[in-house]
């Protein structure tokens, strides 16, 4: 039930974030950019005790890289404000192929490899479709 309230959460947060473009064309406007079926996930890594600001530092720069992937639709990292050093992960891509290529980036491997000195247990992901209802739901 807490995974499920925090993929709510994060999909809300996360279609709710507005741009200029998106607050001049009026609530709900940003909706129609998500495709149905488009591919998200929803990830969680934790640092091992002593290592949050070290893992923060390694993290930190893939926010403005992953953004900067033309197939990435939406890219959010959080730190729990409880648990400093716990961080979840919010992207949507088209398709799981755009997925599978964003991971294979070398800067994405790059942070991979680094997570076995910095991390408890590696990156748990939950793999979602983001669904649509219609205009009236």
Not at 4 to 13: E, H, Q, T
């Amino acid at each position: 039930m807490a995974r499920y309230l925090l993929a709510r959460l994060a999909l809300f947060i996360a279609l709710t974030a507005s741009t200029p473009a998106m607050a001049n064309d009026g609530p709900g406007q940003g909706y129609a950019a998500i495709p149905a079926g488009a591919y998200s996930i929803v990830a969680e890594v934790r640092a091992k005790p002593g290592k949050a600001d070290e893992l923060r530092a390694e993290t930190l720069p893939l926010i403005g890289l992953v953004r900067g992937d033309p197939k990435n639709l939406v890219y959010f990292l959080q730190e729990d404000r409880a648990a400093p050093g716990h961080f979840i992960f919010y992207e949507i891509f088209a398709s799981r192929a755009d997925f599978d290529a964003h991971n294979a980036m070398p800067y994405v491997q790059d942070w991979f490899k680094k997570l076995p000195d910095l991390a408890e247990g590696g990156v748990t992901v939950m793999h979602m479709e983001i669904l649509v209802g219609s205009p009236t739901n």
